[in-house]
C-alpha cells in the first residue's frame, strides 16, 4: 500500500488512540485543577476513587446493575432470537422492529419517559428502575450477536443428541448450550458494558442513592471540582486498554506460532501428524 | 386444513415470544407513550406544547444547531474514518490488527473518560492553551466550552464507529476490481475513484446514517463540553428535566427529537432496508 | 444385535397444506434387511427417515417399529440409530464422548460405557483416536465416528442419510465395502438413504425409488434394474431405450423399429406399452434380422472398456453399448445391423 495513506492512517490512528492516554498521569497529578502536564504526582486520588464512598458506593452501584442487566438480558434476549431464528410465526417482521426499537429511540427521549413512569411506579432511585432501564437499551444488540450465532448453528446435532437419547432439556443442556456459549457470553459482556457505561438513564434516574458511577463522574466533570475523576477515568480506561490487549493477545500468539511453523518446516501441523 | 398452513401462532414460538413482548410493552413502549401522553397533557390536554415550539425562535436555533453540528461532525468523522478503514481493509494483517486495535480502544472507552479527557486537552490550563501561547496567541482563545470543542470530541468519539461500518463493507471489496481497472489502464487515482469508492458506498451511508443518528440525540458531549449558549436538542429536553421540570414541553421536544430520528431511519429503510443497517452493509 | 422390523404405512406428509413431501408411502422392511431410499433431489427421502426418527410427525398414516406404533414416541425414546449427512457429531466433546454419549443418556456405568464404546470405534477401525475432536479428523474418519456412535448403544434399526455424500470417490468404495461388512456382522436393520444408484445397487438387499413423495417401485437390485415397473425407474436406474408400442398379442409389439417380441405375458391387443431395452443388450449383428433397418450411427463415445454407440433406427433414437472388444468392428462404419434377445425387452404397462 502506498506509503503516504500508511502515514495518513498513522496520524489518524494517533489522534485517535492518543488524547485518551492523557488521563493515565492526570490521574496521577497532585493539583485539584485540571493543570497539564500536572505540577506534581500523587496517588491519592486513587485512594479518594477506592475508599471515598462518593466513589465506592456508585461503582458498587454500577457493577450490581450490571449484573441484573445481564440476567435480564438474557432472560429476554434468548427466547426471542431462538424464536426469530428458529420459528415462523405471523408478526415476525413487528417482533424483530419491536426488539430493535430501543436502539432506534434516542436514549435521552427514553431518560424523560422513565423519569415519569418510574415516578410513578415508585421505582426512581431503585436498582430495579436501572435495571429495567438498561435491559432495554441493552436487549436490541445482545439479541442480533445471539441471533447472528444462532443462524450458523446447524441443527443437526441436535437432532443427533435426541437421536441417541437425551431429551430436549439435556439437549440445550449438553449440546446447544455449550456450542453456543461464546455467543452467549458476548452478548451477556455487551450487555454489561451496555449498562456499565451508559450514563443518560443513570443520570436522571438513578438519583444519589443508587447513583452509577457514569452519573457521578458526569457530576464531577460539571462540577469540575473533585480530581478523584481522573483516577476514575483512569482505572475505566486502563480496564479497556487490558481488554483489547487481551482480546489481542491470541492473535499474536497465533501470528507467532504460524511463523514458527514456517521456519522450522512443519512445527505447527506436528501435534496432529504426531497421533496418526 | 387451510388453517393449518398458513404460520402456527399459538403452539411453538409462543412461550419464546413472551417474555420480549410482555418486558419491552411494560419497560419500554408504556414509558415512551408516557412521553407522548406528556407532551399533549401538560399541563393542560392540547397541542399547545407544540405550539409553544412552533413559535419559539430560541428552539429553531436549537434544531439548526442540532442539525448542523450533527451534519459537520458526520462529515469530519467520514473523513478520518475513510483512509484509517481503507488502510485497514487492504493493509497487511499486522497493520489491519494495529489500527483496529486503535479503534477498539476507543470504541470501548467510556463517553465520559474521553470528555474528561478533552475537558483536560482543551481546558484553559492544557497542552492546547500552552501551545497556543508559545506560539504566541496571546491571550489564547477560549476553547472549551464553545461549539468547537463539543464538535471536536464528538468526532473523535464516532470515528470508531464510522470505520467500523466502512471498514465491514470494504474487507470484502476483492482488490481484484481495482487491479482490474489499473490493468485497463486507469489511473489508480481513476481506478479508486470509479470502482473502489462506489463498492464502499453501502459503507459510507451506513457509517453517516448510524453517526447522524446518534449525534442528533447525543447527550453527554454536548452538555459538558459545548457552549451553554448554543445547545443541541438532546440538551434542552435535559433542561427541561432537570432545571425548569416543564415535562410537558421536554416531552415534545422529545417527540421532535424522536420524529427527526424516525424519519432518517424511515429515509433508510425506504432505500436500502433497515435490517442491512446493523449487519454492517451484509444481511 | 438386536435387529428389528419397520412398517410404514400410508405415510403421508405435508410441510405446507398443498405439496405433498410424502405421499402414502407404505414399506415393509423385513429384521436385518439392508434397505436403501434411491431417488432425485426432493424427492421426500430424508423426509421420510425424518418421520421415522421422529423429527417430523406423518400428517397421516402409522409407523411400527417391531410390533410396536412408534409415532407418539419423542425422537430420544424410540432407539434408533441415525448418521447424518454432515456426520453431526458434537464439536465440543472428543471423539471418546461423542461414542459415549447414547450410552451416557441410557446411563450406563462408566466402566461399561468406556469399553463399549472401544469397541465400537475398533469396529468401525478407529483405535487409539478416543482424545482427539472432531475437527481433528479427516472426513473419512468424522463419518466412521458418526457410525460408531449409532452402533455403540445397539438401536433397533439404523437410518444413514446419504453418509458417503461428503468422500471423494476412493474412499466412498472404501467406506461402501466396510459399511456392508458391519452390516453382515452385526445383522442390525439398516435404511440406507442416497441419490447414487450404483451405491443403492451395490449394497442393497432391496430398493426403494422414491420420486415426488411417493414410492415407485420396490424391490431387489435385479428386479428394479431388469423389470422397472415405471418409465420413471427405468429412466433414473442405468441408461436405457424406451420404445414406445402398441400390443399385437401373442408378446408381439408394434413400434417405430419394426415388429419386436418381448417376454410378456400380456396379450390385449392394440394396448399401449413402453418397452424397455437396455443399450448393453444390444449387439452387432453380421445381417438384417427380421427385415429390420440397420442402426444410422450419428455418434459414438470412446469409455475405454465400452463404446457408446448414439444412432437412430427408422425414427427412435437408440443408445447401443458396445463391449471394447467388438468396438473395432465399427471403425469408419456409418451404420451396422443390430439383433436383441426377446427376453431382453421388458414391458412397462
Ligand atoms: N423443513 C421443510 N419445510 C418445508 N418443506 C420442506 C422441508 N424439508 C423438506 N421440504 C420439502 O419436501 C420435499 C422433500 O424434501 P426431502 O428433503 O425429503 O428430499 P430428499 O429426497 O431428501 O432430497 P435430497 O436428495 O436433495 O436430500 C422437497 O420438496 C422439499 O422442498
Ligand atoms: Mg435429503
Redesign the interface.
Known sequence: ?NVW??S??IL??A???A??F??IP?SFSSAA?????PPGYTLQNYVNFFSDPNWTQPLTNSLLIGLGTVC?TM???V??S??LV??????RTV?N??????????????????????GQLRLVQSYLGVI??H??IA??MST?ILTAALKGF?R??E??????????F??FRL?TF??LRPAFTVAGLFAF?ASF?E??IGL?ISGRDKATL?RQ??NA??Q?ADPT??AA?SF??LL??A??CI??AP?LVR?RTRLLGQTDGNGAAQP?AA?S | MKLRTSPVFVEGPMPLIAPAVMFLSLFFLVPLGYVVWMSLSQPVIGLQNFGRLLNSSLFASVLYSTFKTALLVTLLSLLFAYPLAYAAANGSKRFATFLLTVVALSFWTSYLVRTYAWMVILGNQGPVTALLSWLGWDPAPKILFTTFSATLAMTHALIPFMTMSLFAVMKRIDPLYVRAAENLGAHPLRAFVSVYLPLSAPGIVNGCTLVFITCLGFYVMPVLLGSPRDQMIAGIIGDQIEQTLDFGLGSAISIVLLALTLAVYAVYNRFFGLDRLWAGGDR | MNARSLTLSNITKTYDGRHMAADDVSLDIKAGEFVSFLGPSGSGKTTTLMMIAGFQHPTSGEIRLGERAIDNLPPHKRNIGMVFQNYALFPHMTVADNVGFPLRMRGVAKQDKERRSREALAKVGLQGFEKRVPSELSGGQQQRVALARALVFEPDIILLDEPLGALDKALREHMQVELKRIHKDLGVTMVYVTHDQSEAMTMSDRIAVFNQGRIEQVGTPNEIYRAPKTRFVACFIGDSNLIEGSALGGGRFDTPVGIVEARSSQTDRNRRADLLLRPEMIRIAETSQGGRQPLKIDSTINYGDNLLVIGKLGSQAIRMRVPGADARRLEGVSECHVTWRAEDVHVIA
Open positions: 500500500m495513506i500508511r495518513l492512517a489518524i490512528a489522534f485517535v488512540a488524547p485518551m492523557i488521563v492526570m485543577s485540571l493543570a497539564f502536564p435480564m432472560l429476554v434476549a427466547p426471542a431462538f424464536a428458529r420459528h415462523v410465526f405471523i408478526g417482533f422492529l419491536l426488539i430493535m426499537l430501543p436502539m432506534i429511540v434516542p436514549t435521552i427521549v427514553m431518560a424523560i419517559g422513565y423519569y415519569i413512569y418510574f429495567l432501564a435491559s432495554c436487549l436490541p442480533l446447524d443437526s446435532v437432532r443427533a443428541a435426541m437421536n441417541l437419547g437425551a431429551s430436549p439435556t439437549t449440546i455449550p456450542i458494558i457505561d450514563a443518560v436522571f457514569p463522574m458526569f466533570v460539571r469540575e475523576i481522573s477515568s475505566l480506561f479497556v486498554l481488554g483489547v482480546w489481542l492473535q501470528r496432529a497421533t
